[in-house]
């Protein structure tokens, strides 16, 4: 799920198929991860949160995934529909309890 | 209708002056920040504050000013130093209260040519 310079990493689904979409965090401390979707011109939008004590949180069509032995998040969308295409972030709370680490961003095309 | 606003929607300047982006929210949230965004990047921090009157620079804040004299606001200078201002820029409040979870504003486009 992270970019390396200028590329954001794309993930191509076909509609109707469910999404993964991965993250590896870099701080061990983190006790707090988010997931956002951001379409394009927007500010990003909260989809699921998940707190350390936790290994797995579920949404409407969503759920979110921490392997805190591999420092790993992942994102899995339901059903994907046109409308979930956008560019998904995850973030990490780190060492602060007011900031948060954001990751580069993976881009999610659906393919009608 | 309670969130975080941000105007405008895009601006436009000339190299060399300074320019304020505002945000404003009604979520009566404690903590509010500035992010910048590059095409195909993520979020960088510029400036955040917890608390009324008080404020922290960020990964990126060379170039930039903040203020928070009301609870409400926090507005962004962009400078004459910023070397490269043309980005997407994002404001977030959160409610600082064990809570992580940020809101965002719809953001501001600034150009400089």
């Known amino acids: 799920g992270e970019s390396v310079g200028l590329h954001l990493p794309t993930l191509s689904v076909q509609e109707g198929d469910n999404s993964i979409i991965n993250c590896a965090y870099s701080n061990s401390a983190s006790d707090y991860f988010i997931w956002y979707k951001q379409e394009s011109g927007k500010g990003p939008q909260f989809i699921i949160d998940?707190?350390?004590?936790?290994d797995k949180r579920q949404g409407q069509r969503v759920t979110v995934l921490l392997n805190k032995t591999v420092k790993h998040l992942s994102l899995q969308i339901a059903a994907t529909q046109p409308g979930d295409s956008a560019v998904y972030f995850c973030a990490e709370s780190g060492d602060s309890s007011y900031k948060l680490i954001f990751g580069s961003g993976t881009r999610l095309l659906v393919r009608p | 209708d309670g969130g975080i606003t941000q105007s405008p929607k895009y601006l436009f300047r000339k190299e060399g002056q300074n320019v304020t982006l505002s945000c404003e929210q009604n979520?009566?949230?404690?903590?509010m920040y500035w992010y910048r965004q590059d095409p195909g990047q993520g979020l960088r921090l510029i400036y955040y504050?917890?608390?009324?009157?008080?404020?922290q620079k960020g990964d990126i804040a060379e170039g930039y000013s903040v203020s928070r004299e009301k609870k409400e606001s926090f507005p962004l200078t962009v400078t004459s130093a910023q070397k490269n201002p043309t980005a997407f820029y994002l404001c977030a409040s959160t409610s600082g209260q064990g809570g992580y979870e940020q809101y965002f504003g719809p953001g501001t486009r600034l150009t400089v040519t």
């Open positions: 979520l009566n949230h404690d903590a």
């Open positions: 504050s917890q608390i009324v009157n008080d404020f």
């Open positions: 998940i707190r350390s004590n936790m």
